[in-house]
């Protein structure tokens, strides 16, 4: 199966930054490849972006959005902006935006049926602390963060979300699961699909695991079982360095 590459700046990079690696980007993009590569830009860049990737396969993404539409909500972006700006997906749920920004999963049910309501797709963060790893609590928080999140949901809406698997410790600590753990994870993230909707959308739900991804690990993170990709934060920032992760998956 073809795979899928997000690609997550976070708060990295001006819109003249943006332009430069966009540039370095396409120079050495496969247009014609199979893979679905995915750009999660600042607010900030999503104008150059959305001019630069034109007649490109790759897909314009954010990184958060308000829960509401419009109004009196001073510094927010609502998911109809981000549509009209070009957006395809966006990022919900991040461990970043959870914990700083006190994100609970009352909101991120908000933030998921606005971003559909808006058309756009979303990439679902879920992830369990070092203090639920350690504890053995990973397929409960994981249970719990899914079920929250895609709450009233139908189903066939879940073709527009993918699940991004993100151990809070393994993201920018150099550190990682095992191939088994996340395996595990991808496993229990299927059946956790399946019960709430169908055998079948726990078949064909996307999921990819982030989180210390770099060109020596991506490869074999991109392969484990039940796995449909990566989402991939420092690494990223360097147009040649993600052009190599594309290659080796
Ligand atoms: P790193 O790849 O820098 O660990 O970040 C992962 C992440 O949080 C992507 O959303």
Known sequence: MNKIIIANFKMNKTSTETKDYLVRLLSRFDNAGDDRLMLCLPYTS????????????????????????????????????????????????????????????RIINKKIKSALKNGLGVILCVGESLADRNTLKTLDVLKEQIEDALKGLYENELEKIIIAYEPVWAISSGKTPTSKEVEKAFKGIRKIIAADFSAKAGEEIAIVYGGSIDVK??????????????LVGGASLDAATLMQIVAVV
Do not use: P, W
């Open 217 to 230: 690990n991506a490869r074999q993170f991109a392969d484990v079982k039940g796995g449909n990709g990566l």
């Open 46 to 105: 999503l104008a150059i972006g959305k001019f630069m990737l034109e007649g490109s396969k790759i897909e314009l993404c954010a990184q958060n959005m308000s829960e509401e539409d419009e109004g009196r909500c001073t510094g927010e972006i609502s998911g109809r902006m981000l549509k009209d700006a070009g957006v395809e997906y966006v990022i919900i749920g991040h461990s970043e935006r959870r914990k700083k920004f006190k994100e609970d999963s």
